[in-house]
T-cell receptor
Framework: SQQGEEDPQALSIQEGENATMNCSYKTSINNLQWYRQNSGRGLVHLILIRSNEREKHSGRLRVTLDTSKKSSSLLITASRAADTASYFCATDWTYNTDKLIFGTGTRLQVFP | DGGITQSPKYLFRKEGQNVTLSCEQNLNHDAMYWYRQDPGQGLRLIYYSQIVNDFQKGDIAEGYSVSREKKESFPLTVTSAQKNPTAFYLC?????????????FGPGTRLTVL
C-alpha cells in the first residue's frame, strides 16, 4: 500500500488565501519530499525535509514535519492562480532509502 | 538545455501488442525510474536503475520490462502480459539512487490500449 496519504483530496481557495495540505505516512522515514504536478505533466520537486528537521521554508512554501505523529504539512502562502496543481508527498523507509513512495495527492484549485 | 525527455507524448496500442516508451536524460544522472500513474492516484514504481546494465523491480513490475544499455537512456516495454496497461507513464532521474536526492521528471507518455 502507499506510504503517504494526503489530506484533503481536493482544496479550492481564492487568490491571496493560504493553502495547507497534509501528508500522513505509516513507517519511520529518513526523508520526505513534496512535489507539484500540473495537469497532464511531469512532477516538479518543491522541497525536501529530513527526519531531524521540523520546519523548512522556500519562498512562499513552508513545510513542517512531525515524526512522532508521522505527518507533514505543506503551506502555500498568498496563493496565486498559477499554484493550481496537484501536490504529492513522497517518503522513503528507514530501512530502504533506494526509492520514494508517493502519496495520492491533493488537488489544489486557486480561483482568481 | 538539460533535462529529461519522453516520447511519444500519446501512444495507442491494440490489445496483444508490445510497445516501448522512450526516456532520455542529459543530466548525467546515475539513477533512473519508471512510474505509472492512474487517474486520481499517486505514482507507483515499476522499475528503477542505479547504473548501466543494472535495474531492479519496483512495486508493480509484472508485465513490464526495461533495459539500461546507456547511462542516458532507460526505455520501458509494456508487454501483452500487462493486464491493464492504459495509464500515464512517467520517467524520472536523480543524481544518485538515494531518497535524499531530488528526482527530475519527464513530461510523461499517455498510453491507451484500444
Amino acid at each position: 500500500s502507499q506510504q503517504g496519504e494526503e489530506d484533503p483530496q481536493a482544496l479550492s481557495i481564492q487568490e491571496g488565501e493560504n493553502a495547507t495540505m497534509n501528508c500522513s505516512y505509516k513507517t519511520s522515514i529518513n526523508n520526505l519530499q513534496w512535489y507539484r504536478q500540473n495537469s497532464g505533466r511531469g512532477l516538479v520537486h518543491l522541497i525536501l525535509i529530513r527526519s531531524n528537521e521540523r520546519e523548512k521554508h522556500s519562498g512562499r512554501l513552508r513545510v513542517t514535519l512531525d515524526t512522532s505523529k508521522k505527518s507533514s504539512s505543506l503551506l502555500i502562502t498568498a496563493s496565486r492562480a498559477a499554484d493550481t496543481a496537484s501536490y504529492f508527498c513522497a517518503t522513503d523507509w528507514t530501512y530502504n532509502t533506494d526509492k520514494l513512495i508517493f502519496g495520492t495527492g491533493t488537488r489544489l484549485q486557486v480561483f482568481p | 538545455d538539460g533535462g529529461i525527455t519522453q516520447s511519444p507524448k500519446y501512444l495507442f496500442r491494440k490489445e496483444g501488442q508490445n510497445v516501448t516508451l522512450s526516456c532520455e536524460q542529459n543530466l548525467n544522472h546515475d539513477a533512473m525510474y519508471w512510474y505509472r500513474q492512474d487517474p486520481g492516484q499517486g505514482l507507483r514504481l515499476i522499475y528503477y536503475s542505479q547504473i548501466v546494465n543494472d535495474f531492479q523491480k519496483g512495486d508493480i513490475a509484472e508485465g513490464y520490462s526495461v533495459s539500461r544499455e546507456k547511462k542516458e537512456s532507460f526505455p520501458l516495454t509494456v508487454t501483452s502480459a500487462q493486464k491493464n496497461p492504459t495509464a500515464f507513464y512517467l520517467c524520472a532521474s536523480s543524481a544518485r539512487l538515494a531518497s535524499n536526492n531530488e528526482q527530475f521528471f519527464g513530461p510523461g507518455t499517455r498510453l491507451t490500449v484500444l
